[in-house]
């Protein structure tokens, strides 16, 4: 099975039979592959999107608290 195949210059894959083919096989790396495809295609992007407003407050916060802690330290050194 080629998995992969030309056809008037579109690049096609062959999902089905990617699946078909390892599963007769016995194995599920087909399935895992797909899954990855699918992860990083998808889900990753929107981990992204939707993560990025709390990382930035996590940063924010520990920047602000850094400060903080350095400006007690001097007023108690003071």
Excluded: C
């Excluded at 016995?26 to 709390?54: C, E, N, Q």
């Amino acid at each position: 099975m080629s998995g992969i195949h030309w056809d008037k210059s579109v690049f096609s894959l062959h999902l089905k039979e990617i699946i078909e083919d390892h599963h007769q096989n016995g194995d599920s790396s087909g399935v895992v592959g797909l899954g990855a495809i699918l992860l990083g295609t998808i889900a990753l992007p929107a981990a992204v999107k939707y993560g990025r407003p709390i990382i930035k407050s996590v940063i924010k916060t520990g920047l602000y608290l850094s400060y903080e802690i350095q400006d007690n330290k001097k007023n108690t050194n003071e």
